[in-house]
């Protein structure tokens, strides 16, 4: 019998050393680093994809409605792909940088908390974590620029569907439909010299029912909710970057003091 208590009070502790390894492990997983990267994921996939995607349909409305001539909006095709290849090149570096900041998250939740003996603070350390948060302020102010400018096709789009609402509406009293139209041509994105350049009455209204304006319009909302979300997920990362540093700095001081 008495081996029989020592064997189980030998798989207590053993599993009491488990149960801790384990809480210990989840007290250095840097959840506001891991919440961000997931949002950052997200929104930035939502972004480029439908964002890609919807630039290829309004440039299709263009030509078949708008700018019957290639040579009027070939700027316009020009800039249209160079926005695609960025959209590939943004997707490549917030996936590296997004790995790289949870990786930094773990790096110094861990040397916070110091819950692991080898992982201490440096000068190096501590110069890799400023230049983190550095970055992430700077990318945070340029993605509320993104953010910003992602919402000027939503509003363009928005104006093109509440004009074909109002010519479908039953309240509305119209006397001919032909005199209401939506000119592109006010807005900067084609020059003044493209024809038609406009669409009026029953044209305006067959071009909102076209699966390319109607995917367009919800893709560019879509994708400027996806720029709303990494604006949070960068937001989410420097707090967490700042108050990392701001620790480590404050542990360097303490560890100076204690030498003395």
């Not at 919440?35 to 964002?51: D, E, K, P, R, S």
Request: proline share 2%; aromatic share 14%; with cysteine.
């Amino acid at each position: 019998m008495e081996t029989l208590y020592d064997d189980t009070d030998d798989e207590r502790q053993e599993k009491r050393g488990c149960f801790e390894c384990c809480i210990k492990c989840l007290g250095g997983v840097p959840y506001a680093s891991l919440v961000a990267t997931i949002l950052c994921f997200c929104g930035v996939a939502l972004f480029c994809g439908c964002g890609h995607v919807a630039l290829t349909g309004t440039l299709t409305i263009l030509e078949n409605h708008f700018s019957k001539i290639s040579a009027d909006h070939a700027m316009l095709t020009d800039i249209v792909q160079l926005m695609q290849y960025v959209i590939y090149g943004i997707a490549s570096f917030f996936f590296l940088y997004g790995i790289i900041l949870l990786a930094e998250g773990f790096y110094t939740t861990s040397a916070v908390k110091e819950l692991h003996s080898e992982f201490k603070t440096t000068v190096c350390g501590r110069c890799i974590s400023g230049m983190f948060v550095f970055l992430t302020y700077i990318l945070g102010i340029a993605w509320l620029g993104v953010f910003g400018f992602s919402a000027v096709p939503v509003f363009l789009f928005y104006n093109m569907w509440s004009t074909c609402a109002a010519m479908r509406s039953p309240t509305a009293n119209l006397t001919s439909i032909d005199s209401i139209c939506v000119d592109v041509r006010q807005y900067g994105i084609i020059p003044w010299n493209a024809t038609p350049g406009k669409a009026c009455g029953s044209t305006l209204s067959d071009i909102c029912n076209t699966s390319e304006f109607y995917l367009s319009y919800h893709l560019y909302i879509v994708a400027c909710a996806g720029a709303g979300a990494t604006v949070i997920a960068l937001l989410i990362y420097m707090m967490a970057t700042t108050y990392n540093f701001a620790v480590l700095k404050f542990k360097s001081r303490e560890d100076c003091c204690t030498k003395f």
